[in-house]
């Protein structure tokens, strides 16, 4: 690397900012925007090397509206062959009367959504960006300090061997997750609200197909949802995303794959038979967190270090896809200075009502749905019923939950 001016800088990338990389590629408008991403793993062949830690054996649910912003960025063409349709979401509460069902008939579209392994997804962008014509990826590498310049940023790189170098950016894009240190470092405070859940993600396998149903289970201790993925060998799948208490995600960590078969299928019940195997199992610590300051002049906050939320309703990719679209379409059709605050701040006042709509969704529905409290109990049973009584509503429902209001 010798350039040291770039348009856009981007750090992190993962799925947020190589995604974003790609739509600036795809875009006729900001294609020729010079593009550094800097990320702390190494660049890795996918179908050699062991993918980037965010394309590990979790998967993303991408509503049918994400499919189209991926379309427009180029990505779907290589995603498509890895993504499950979902054709039906089955809402329910454990124990309790109350469920409802959205099939993509009822709404005359291809799919309700789709399911993506986020190795899957990791490779189609590492190809996609390989092709990009002005994007350059710097890693091994960590940016450890970011500083104002007249019309840009300055930032300070340190790669293998202790190697430093600065570039400068018109544009900086933080997208290293929740945990950014440059975050810290810029003194960006973040709110949080621990929910003391955590959730453990693993792949399942079936003994019966899962026919495209996506399930939604509420339990004592939250949700638990049954995704379903692409089959492996033949072998039906589904992709657990199933949220325990503290005390209960250290149990389910130290039981062998018997027993915490036996549990899950004790807490979800027999809608896809017998459950055949566990795979590989992580458990993450469950929080809102959301930034005080998503932009300031040359700098921008996108993906989990902007809003990281509860994965109650699978939103947190989806929303950042809206903002990566939001983002690239205000710096295609702005004569502004690139990165200004005035042009950062129409991004920022188009994506506020989204950002704030999704945020209190999820919060909400984690509250709601991880309470015995029987006021709780009778208002999502009410709204369960209602939604499969009152048809306008669950049309209503069914479109945001396919991301088109």
């Not at 054996?57 to 993504?83: N, Y």
């Not at 990791?122 to 007249?150: D, I, W």
């Not at 509420?218 to 992709?239: E, H, K, N, V, W």
């Amino acid at each position: 690397m010798t350039q040291t001016q770039y348009d856009v800088v981007i750090v992190g990338g993962g799925m947020v900012g190589a995604t974003l990389a790609c739509a600036l590629n795809a875009s006729p408008a900001t294609q020729n925007l010079s593009v550094l991403i800097i990320d702390a793993q190494p660049q890795s062949d996918t179908s050699k090397a062991a993918p980037h830690p965010s394309f590990d054996s979790r998967s993303t649910a991408l509503s049918a509206a994400s499919r189209s912003i991926l379309e427009r960025a180029g990505l779907w063409h290589a995603v498509q062959a890895s993504a499950c349709p979902i054709e039906a979401i089955q809402v329910s509460d454990k124990g309790r009367l109350g469920t409802t069902k959205l099939a993509r008939e009822d709404y005359g579209v291809p799919a309700l959504g789709y399911v993506v392994e986020n190795a899957a997804f990791g490779a189609a962008l590492s190809t996609q960006l390989k092709a990009a014509r002005h994007c350059e990826f710097l890693a091994p590498a960590r940016v450890t300090a970011a500083t104002p310049v007249g019309g840009g940023m300055r930032v300070a790189v340190e790669g293998e061997g202790a190697d430093t170098r600065e570039v400068t950016a018109k544009l900086l894009v933080v997208a290293e997750g929740g945990r950014s240190p440059l975050c810290a470092q810029l003194g960006i405070a973040r709110s949080q609200h621990d929910y003391g859940q955590h959730a453990l993600i693993a792949n399942v396998g079936l003994t019966q197909p899962h026919n495209g149903v996506a399930y939604e289970r509420f339990t004592a201790t939250g949700p638990l949802a049954m995704l379903p993925l692409i089959a492996a060998d033949s072998a039906q799948r589904s992709s657990l995303v199933w949220t325990l208490d503290a005390s209960e995600a250290q149990d389910a960590a130290a039981l062998d794959d018997a027993a915490l078969l036996e549990r899950l299928q004790q807490a979800f019940g027999w809608r896809l038979g017998r459950l055949g195997r566990i795979g590989a199992r992580a458990i993450y610590p469950l929080s809102l967190q959301v930034a005080q300051e998503q932009v300031r002049p040359h700098l921008v906050l996108l993906g989990n270090v902007a809003h990281t939320l509860h994965p109650v309703a699978g939103q947190g990719m989806n929303l950042s896809l809206r903002d990566i679209e939001a983002l690239v379409e205000t710096l295609a059709t702005s004569t502004l200075e690139l990165g200004s605050m005035t042009m950062l701040t129409r991004y920022l006042q188009a994506r506020e009502a989204d950002q704030n709509l999704m945020i209190g969704v999820t919060d909400g529905l984690t509250k709601l749905f991880s309470s015995d409290a029987q006021a709780k109990v009778w208002l999502r049973k009410a709204g369960l019923l209602s939604l499969d009584l009152i048809p306008a509503l669950k049309t209503r429902f069914g479109a945001r939950a396919m991301g088109f209001e």
